[in-house]
Protein backbone atom coordinates (compact mmCIF):
# COMPACT_ATOMS: atom_id res chain seq x y z
CA UNK A 1 0.00 0.00 0.00
CA UNK A 2 1.03 3.74 -1.37
CA UNK A 3 2.00 5.53 1.78
CA UNK A 4 3.08 9.20 2.40
CA UNK A 5 3.34 10.60 5.73
CA UNK A 6 4.43 13.97 5.97
CA UNK A 7 6.09 16.23 9.19
CA UNK A 8 7.74 19.11 9.78
CA UNK A 9 4.83 21.27 10.32
CA UNK A 10 4.61 23.90 13.24
CA UNK A 11 4.16 27.84 13.87
CA UNK A 12 6.93 29.98 12.99
CA UNK A 13 7.42 33.75 12.65
CA UNK A 14 7.72 35.60 9.78
CA UNK A 15 10.79 35.35 8.09
CA UNK A 16 11.87 31.98 9.66
CA UNK A 17 12.62 28.82 8.39
CA UNK A 18 10.86 25.59 8.12
CA UNK A 19 11.70 22.12 6.70
CA UNK A 20 8.77 19.45 6.01
CA UNK A 21 9.48 15.79 5.00
CA UNK A 22 7.72 13.25 3.49
CA UNK A 23 8.15 9.63 4.05
CA UNK A 24 7.61 7.23 1.51
CA UNK A 25 6.70 3.64 1.63
CA UNK A 26 4.39 0.99 -0.45
CA UNK A 27 6.33 1.69 -3.70
CA UNK A 28 9.77 2.29 -5.56
CA UNK A 29 9.99 5.48 -4.66
CA UNK A 30 13.13 6.79 -6.69
CA UNK A 31 10.98 6.12 -10.09
CA UNK A 32 8.65 8.82 -9.51
CA UNK A 33 8.37 12.45 -9.68
CA UNK A 34 7.06 13.95 -6.38
CA UNK A 35 5.18 17.34 -5.52
CA UNK A 36 4.24 19.74 -2.60
CA UNK A 37 0.73 21.26 -2.88
CA UNK A 38 -0.59 23.68 -0.07
CA UNK A 39 -4.26 24.22 0.63
CA UNK A 40 -4.97 27.12 3.45
CA UNK A 41 -7.62 26.24 5.95
CA UNK A 42 -10.88 26.84 4.25
CA UNK A 43 -9.59 27.30 0.54
CA UNK A 44 -8.74 25.88 -2.48
CA UNK A 45 -5.76 23.61 -3.35
CA UNK A 46 -2.41 25.66 -4.75
CA UNK A 47 0.64 24.21 -6.35
CA UNK A 48 4.33 24.83 -4.82
CA UNK A 49 6.90 22.55 -6.35
CA UNK A 50 7.94 19.40 -8.15
CA UNK A 51 10.57 17.26 -8.67
CA UNK A 52 11.90 14.83 -10.70
CA UNK A 53 12.84 11.16 -9.82
CA UNK A 54 16.23 11.37 -9.38
CA UNK A 55 16.38 15.07 -7.86
CA UNK A 56 18.02 16.69 -10.84
CA UNK A 57 15.05 18.73 -12.29
CA UNK A 58 13.12 20.87 -9.81
CA UNK A 59 9.80 23.64 -10.17
CA UNK A 60 7.96 26.36 -8.53
CA UNK A 61 4.96 28.44 -8.19
CA UNK A 62 6.16 32.12 -8.65
CA UNK A 63 4.89 32.56 -4.85
CA UNK A 64 7.42 30.11 -3.39
CA UNK A 65 10.10 30.82 -5.98
CA UNK A 66 13.92 31.84 -4.61
CA UNK A 67 12.60 30.96 -1.29
CA UNK A 68 11.65 27.23 -0.64
CA UNK A 69 13.70 24.63 -1.83
CA UNK A 70 12.12 20.96 -3.07
CA UNK A 71 14.72 18.45 -2.63
CA UNK A 72 14.96 14.64 -2.02
CA UNK A 73 17.37 11.46 -0.73
CA UNK A 74 15.92 8.48 -2.62
CA UNK A 75 18.16 6.36 -0.09
CA UNK A 76 15.71 7.39 2.63
CA UNK A 77 12.86 7.09 0.52
CA UNK A 78 11.98 11.37 1.71
CA UNK A 79 10.88 13.89 0.32
CA UNK A 80 11.97 17.45 1.73
CA UNK A 81 10.63 20.81 1.26
CA UNK A 82 12.88 23.96 2.80
CA UNK A 83 10.62 26.49 3.81
CA UNK A 84 12.67 29.93 4.32
CA UNK A 85 12.09 33.85 4.39
CA UNK A 86 8.42 32.98 5.53
CA UNK A 87 4.91 35.02 5.50
CA UNK A 88 1.72 34.72 6.73
CA UNK A 89 0.75 34.09 3.35
CA UNK A 90 2.36 30.88 3.31
CA UNK A 91 0.32 29.66 6.05
CA UNK A 92 -1.47 26.52 5.10
CA UNK A 93 -1.41 22.85 4.77
CA UNK A 94 1.08 21.45 3.23
CA UNK A 95 0.90 17.93 1.26
CA UNK A 96 3.41 15.73 -0.33
CA UNK A 97 1.66 14.16 -3.32
CA UNK A 98 3.09 11.25 -5.80
CA UNK A 99 2.23 12.05 -9.68
CA UNK A 100 1.95 8.92 -12.34
CA UNK A 101 2.27 9.75 -15.94
CA UNK A 102 1.32 8.79 -19.02
CA UNK A 103 1.48 9.98 -22.90
CA UNK A 104 -1.59 12.03 -24.61
CA UNK A 105 -3.02 11.42 -27.55
CA UNK A 106 -0.34 12.79 -29.59
CA UNK A 107 2.39 10.27 -27.57
CA UNK A 108 4.90 12.61 -27.05
CA UNK A 109 3.63 14.92 -24.21
CA UNK A 110 3.90 13.02 -20.79
CA UNK A 111 0.79 13.83 -18.25
CA UNK A 112 1.54 13.96 -15.10
CA UNK A 113 -1.08 13.60 -12.15
CA UNK A 114 -1.68 13.30 -8.18
CA UNK A 115 -2.53 9.30 -7.65
CA UNK A 116 -1.59 9.64 -4.07
CA UNK A 117 -1.61 12.17 -1.42
CA UNK A 118 0.26 12.23 2.44
CA UNK A 119 -2.34 13.19 5.02
CA UNK A 120 -0.98 16.89 5.24
CA UNK A 121 0.94 19.05 7.73
CA UNK A 122 -0.48 22.40 9.06
CA UNK A 123 2.40 25.16 8.98
CA UNK A 124 1.41 28.64 10.62
CA UNK A 125 3.51 31.77 9.97
CA UNK A 126 2.31 34.08 12.69
CA UNK A 127 4.38 36.27 15.16
CA UNK B 1 -7.95 33.38 -7.77
CA UNK B 2 -7.58 30.32 -9.59
CA UNK B 3 -6.25 29.61 -12.99
CA UNK B 4 -9.54 27.46 -13.69
CA UNK B 5 -13.05 28.26 -12.74
CA UNK B 6 -15.19 26.01 -10.94
CA UNK B 7 -18.67 26.68 -9.65
CA UNK B 8 -18.48 27.61 -5.42
CA UNK B 9 -21.02 25.16 -4.53
CA UNK B 10 -23.90 22.62 -6.36
CA UNK B 11 -26.85 20.50 -4.88
CA UNK B 12 -28.73 17.69 -5.69
CA UNK B 13 -31.26 15.53 -3.43
CA UNK B 14 -30.14 11.74 -3.36
CA UNK B 15 -30.32 9.51 -6.38
CA UNK B 16 -30.19 12.71 -8.39
CA UNK B 17 -27.53 13.88 -11.31
CA UNK B 18 -25.20 16.57 -10.37
CA UNK B 19 -22.42 18.05 -12.80
CA UNK B 20 -19.49 20.54 -12.04
CA UNK B 21 -18.11 22.78 -14.75
CA UNK B 22 -14.04 23.35 -15.13
CA UNK B 23 -13.24 26.02 -17.27
CA UNK B 24 -9.86 26.95 -18.55
CA UNK B 25 -8.31 29.16 -21.33
CA UNK B 26 -5.78 28.64 -23.83
CA UNK B 27 -3.11 27.83 -21.95
CA UNK B 28 -4.31 25.43 -20.27
CA UNK B 29 -6.99 23.09 -20.80
CA UNK B 30 -7.60 25.01 -24.44
CA UNK B 31 -4.23 24.21 -25.29
CA UNK B 32 -5.40 20.45 -25.05
CA UNK B 33 -3.85 19.66 -21.55
CA UNK B 34 -5.66 17.12 -20.02
CA UNK B 35 -7.96 17.08 -16.52
CA UNK B 36 -7.97 15.31 -13.62
CA UNK B 37 -10.32 15.39 -10.65
CA UNK B 38 -9.97 15.03 -7.30
CA UNK B 39 -12.62 14.71 -4.53
CA UNK B 40 -11.80 16.22 -0.69
CA UNK B 41 -13.78 14.82 2.17
CA UNK B 42 -14.23 16.80 4.91
CA UNK B 43 -11.08 16.82 7.44
CA UNK B 44 -8.94 14.23 4.69
CA UNK B 45 -7.00 14.52 1.86
CA UNK B 46 -7.50 14.97 -1.57
CA UNK B 47 -8.21 11.62 -3.81
CA UNK B 48 -7.89 11.16 -6.81
CA UNK B 49 -11.24 10.43 -8.79
CA UNK B 50 -10.93 11.24 -12.72
CA UNK B 51 -7.75 10.74 -14.59
CA UNK B 52 -6.93 11.73 -18.05
CA UNK B 53 -10.68 13.49 -18.98
CA UNK B 54 -12.36 10.42 -18.37
CA UNK B 55 -10.69 7.66 -17.27
CA UNK B 56 -11.15 6.22 -13.39
CA UNK B 57 -8.85 4.52 -11.22
CA UNK B 58 -9.82 1.51 -9.77
CA UNK B 59 -12.17 1.47 -7.01
CA UNK B 60 -13.97 4.87 -7.88
CA UNK B 61 -17.73 3.93 -8.90
CA UNK B 62 -18.68 4.35 -12.44
CA UNK B 63 -21.25 7.31 -11.21
CA UNK B 64 -18.27 9.43 -11.92
CA UNK B 65 -18.15 10.53 -14.60
CA UNK B 66 -15.59 13.30 -16.81
CA UNK B 67 -15.58 15.10 -19.90
CA UNK B 68 -13.62 17.59 -21.90
CA UNK B 69 -14.62 19.89 -24.72
CA UNK B 70 -12.30 23.21 -25.91
CA UNK B 71 -11.05 25.31 -23.02
CA UNK B 72 -13.75 23.50 -20.29
CA UNK B 73 -14.03 20.08 -18.79
CA UNK B 74 -17.05 18.62 -16.62
CA UNK B 75 -17.45 16.20 -13.89
CA UNK B 76 -21.20 14.52 -13.24
CA UNK B 77 -22.52 12.37 -10.48
CA UNK B 78 -25.29 10.33 -10.83
CA UNK B 79 -27.15 8.67 -8.52
CA UNK B 80 -26.25 11.15 -5.70
CA UNK B 81 -25.48 9.59 -2.31
CA UNK B 82 -24.87 11.01 1.03
CA UNK B 83 -21.10 9.64 0.66
CA UNK B 84 -20.83 12.14 -2.03
CA UNK B 85 -20.68 15.34 0.08
CA UNK B 86 -17.09 16.49 -0.43
CA UNK B 87 -15.38 19.09 -1.94
CA UNK B 88 -14.27 18.45 -6.05
CA UNK B 89 -11.07 20.07 -7.65
CA UNK B 90 -10.38 20.02 -11.28
CA UNK B 91 -6.58 19.98 -12.05
CA UNK B 92 -4.36 20.76 -15.23
CA UNK B 93 -1.42 22.35 -16.60
CA UNK B 94 -0.65 25.39 -17.48
CA UNK B 95 1.91 26.26 -20.11
CA UNK B 96 2.25 30.15 -19.48
CA UNK B 97 2.71 29.66 -15.59
CA UNK B 98 4.80 26.01 -16.50
CA UNK B 99 2.78 24.68 -13.85
CA UNK B 100 0.23 22.62 -12.20
CA UNK B 101 -2.99 24.35 -11.81
CA UNK B 102 -6.27 23.46 -9.81
CA UNK B 103 -9.86 24.91 -9.81
CA UNK B 104 -11.06 26.61 -6.51
CA UNK B 105 -12.60 24.08 -5.62
CA UNK B 106 -16.57 22.97 -5.95
CA UNK B 107 -18.42 22.44 -2.57
CA UNK B 108 -21.25 19.59 -3.54
CA UNK B 109 -24.13 19.25 -0.81
CA UNK B 110 -26.33 16.41 -0.62
CA UNK B 111 -30.18 18.04 0.19
Known amino acids: EVQLVESGGGLVQPGGSLRLSCAAS????????MHWVRQVPGKGLVWVSR????????SYADSVRGRFTISRDNAKNTLYLQMNSLRAEDTAVYYCARVTYYYDSSGYTAVYYFDHWGQGTLVTVSS | QSVLTQPPSVSGAPGQRVTISCTGS?????????VHWYQQLPGTAPKLLIYGNTNRPSGVPDRFSGSKSGTSASLAITGLQAEDEADYYCQSYDSSLSGWVFGGGTKLTVL
Open chain 1, 26 to 33: GFTFSNYW
Open chain 1, 51 to 58: INSDGSST
Open chain 2, 26 to 34: SSNIGAGYD
